[in-house]
């Protein structure tokens, strides 16, 4: 079928049904590409400029990990502070492999498994979370420092024994959640 060089929506009928072909509104928005544009290398390139901004934005992370550790301290374990705690976890989680923080992101994964599969959050460990809250923003702060990424992995290993061994206990009487959530990590260790 050739192009349709037509604003209008064309219309082809069949005995049992109509085919409605919509104008092509996105040609109109969508400049016409240099072959040797590269998206990947501007993106790369982007990402580049900006990479001087990522402390400051795991900075600013671990100040609000940090102010959600306390609402949980002074308030307990309440669907509010969970939730604070939760989303703040898992930002970190999602975003800090990206901006050069993967020793971070593992941590904030323990503190997020920790926080997801707990059936009963009035049960989890406040000091569980401190230990958690602390070991974010420790790596993050001495990251660049000579051994620190071993010292990290350590304490991230440690971190998981840790809340491993204490799903397993809250969630000893259901076997079969038990065993989707003691699976190792998809992702490889970084």
């Known amino acids: 079928m050739a192009p349709r060089k037509d604003d209008a929506p064309s219309v082809r ?32 390139t982007a990402l580049a400029q900006l990479s001087g901004e990522f402390a400051d934005w795991m900075h600013s992370e671990c100040e609000r990990l ?3 550790r306390q609402h949980v301290s002074r308030a307990g374990f309440t ?9 703040v976890a898992h930002d970190i989680r999602g975003e800090a492999a990206t901006f050069g923080f993967p020793a971070v992101a593992d941590v904030a994964d323990s503190l997020c498994r920790l926080l997801e599969h707990t059936p009963d959050m009035i049960r989890i460990p406040v000091a ?24 990290a992995r350590a304490l991230t290993q440690r971190l998981r024994e840790v809340t491993d061994e204490f799903l397993r ?21 970084s």
């Open 169 to 189: 206990s809250e969630n000893s009487d259901r076997p079969d959640y038990l065993d989707s959530i003691s699976a190792p990590p998809v992702a490889p260790a």
């Open 66 to 68: 940090e102010e959600a």
């Open 13 to 44: 009928t069949f005995a049992d049904h109509e085919v409605i072909t919509p104008p092509h509104e996105l040609r109109k928005a969508v400049a016409a590409g240099d072959a040797a544009d590269d998206p990947v290398a501007r993106a790369e």
């Open 79 to 87: 669907k509010q502070t969970h939730a604070e705690l939760f989303r």
């Open 128 to 151: 569980l979370v401190d230990q958690h809250v602390h070991a974010v923003r420790a790596i993050a702060r001495e990251r660049d420092r000579p051994g620190s990424g071993s010292v």
